[in-house]
């Protein structure tokens, strides 16, 4: 399980499953800081993606923006 900001960089290592939290940058891959519910949301998220059923190197992307602080 990947999370990822680079999601170009991360394709290319083909990883079995992958999320793209967007619109977060490096370093901030659950989003704000100090923000526990939020932060768990995004690995619940992932998490969820072990029962996806995905071509290696798919990298799925959900938004966040309407949600992040």
């Known amino acids: 399980m990947l999370i990822t900001v680079s999601p170009q960089e991360s394709e290319q290592a083909g990883p079995p499953r ?3 939290p967007k619109p977060f940058e490096p370093g901030y891959s659950l989003g704000q800081a ?10 619940r998220d992932a998490f969820s993606l072990m029962h996806y059923p995905a071509e290696p190197g798919t990298i799925i992307t959900k938004d966040y923006s309407d949600t992040a602080v």
């Open 34 to 43: 100090n923000n526990p519910e939020f932060q768990k949301r995004i690995l």
């Open 18 to 20: 992958a999320l793209y």
